[in-house]
Structure formats: C-alpha cells, structure tokens
C-alpha cells in the first residue's frame, strides 16, 4: 500500500507553477522540460515549485488530471449545446476534440503525447492517462446504447479508434482534416450499427 499524498494547496503561485508547466510540458514533453525552466518561467524559485508540488513527477500529474478535467468541461459544454439526436452528438465529440486541438496548440492529444514518454504503469501519471482514455471509451459507450445500437460495445470501441486515431494524425500533421475525416467516418460506422 501506497504512502498517501498531500494534498496541493492551490495558491496563486500553485497555479502559476501549473499553468507554466501545462504550457511547457505540452509543447515541448515532459522530459525535454525541467524544474528550472519551469521556475524561471512561472516567475517562482525552485523551493517554491518543490513546496507546492513536492517533485515534478507530481507535477506532471496535476499536468494531466487538470488537461483532463478542462476537456471534460468542454466537451460537456458542447455536448450541453447540441442537439438531443445521437448522430449530432457523436459529431459533437469529434467537432469539439477539432476544436479544442486547434486551440490548444495543435500538437494533437496531451494524454497520448504523454503515454509516448510514461508507459511505466508504476508511474502516477499512467494512471491519469488510462482512466481519461477508459472515460472516453465509456463516452462512446453510452453514445451508443442510447442510439440502441446492435452491437454497441463493438462500435464503441470502433468510434474510440477512430477518434484516437484522428488525435494522432492531426497531431503529426498526417493529413489536412484528419478530425473531420474521422467525424464522417464515425456517423458511418454509427449508420451501419443501427
């Protein structure tokens, strides 16, 4: 059993420390970015990131689960605002991951970028990562069982690989639209399983 983990006192310079990281880690990786560019860049000494977070293995940590939390308050915001038809709300999620890529930097999903660097189970942030993904496979899930599809595991999972895949192609900069591409392809997985 683990030792527990203090919890983060979210001080103005708590956030600033976050803001920065988020900003660094996710444009340059998180390996490429230590705990000195990220003081001299949030305007706070060393002591003062090791006071708030305690390592940057926790920072990377707050990296992620806050990246996770802002995108499930976007996509439940845009999905708030769309029509109550499932072929519109599934077009929604990938409108919004569209949406939200180009916004925020355009260098494809915080989470797979991560996994790319943190595939070691042992580490915290892998936790992070896998749940953000089993909570978008569970998304699709319900996307599809409320459209009383036949087989709506199946075009869950098949929904899920689509999206991650497009994640992964604009992010790389694969092919212009790949989000789009990926939308229209899921409506017709979507068609087919009705």
């Given at each position: 059993?683990?030792?527990?983990?203090?919890?983060?006192?979210?001080?103005p310079?708590?956030?600033?420390?976050?803001?920065?990281?988020?900003?660094?880690?996710?444009?340059?990786?998180?390996?490429?970015?230590?705990?000195?560019?990220?003081?001299?860049?949030?305007?706070?000494?060393k002591?003062?990131?090791?006071d708030?977070?305690?390592?940057?293995?926790?920072?990377?940590?707050?990296?992620?689960r806050?990246?996770?939390?802002?995108?499930?308050?976007?996509?439940?915001?845009?999905?708030?605002?769309?029509?109550?038809t499932?072929?519109?709300?599934?077009?929604?999620?990938?409108?919004a991951?569209g949406?939200w890529?180009?916004?925020?930097?355009?260098?494809?999903?915080?989470?797979v970028?991560a996994?790319?660097?943190?595939?070691d189970?042992?580490h915290?942030?892998?936790?992070?990562?896998?749940?953000?993904?089993?909570?978008?496979?569970?998304?699709?899930?319900?996307?599809?069982?409320?459209?009383?599809?036949?087989?709506?595991?199946?075009?869950?999972?098949t929904?899920?690989?689509?999206?991650?895949?497009?994640l992964v192609?604009?992010?790389?900069?694969a092919?212009?639209?790949?989000?789009?591409?990926?939308?229209?392809?899921?409506?017709?997985?979507?068609?087919?399983?009705?």
């Amino acid at each position: 059993m683990g030792e527990a983990v203090a919890e983060i006192a979210w001080t103005p310079k708590a956030r600033t420390i976050l803001e920065a990281a988020s900003r660094l880690f996710y444009a340059h990786g998180i390996a490429a970015v230590g705990v000195d560019l990220i003081a001299e860049e949030a305007g706070v000494t060393k002591k003062t990131l090791y006071d708030r977070f305690g390592s940057k293995e926790r920072l990377v940590v707050e990296y992620l689960r806050h990246r996770d939390e802002r995108w499930r308050e976007f996509l439940d915001h845009r999905l708030a605002e769309t029509p109550d038809t499932p072929e519109a709300r599934l077009a929604a999620v990938f409108d919004a991951s569209g949406s939200w890529m180009r916004d925020a930097g355009g260098k494809g999903c915080g989470m797979v970028n991560a996994h790319a660097e943190i595939s070691d189970p042992a580490h915290p942030a892998h936790r992070v990562i896998v749940d953000q993904k089993a909570w978008m496979l569970g998304l699709f899930r319900r996307l599809c069982r409320d459209a009383g599809l036949t087989a709506p595991e199946e075009t869950a999972r098949t929904l899920m690989l689509l999206h991650e895949g497009a994640l992964v192609a604009h992010g790389i900069g694969a092919f212009p639209g790949a989000v789009h591409h990926a939308r229209d392809a899921a409506l017709a997985v979507f068609a087919r399983a009705r």
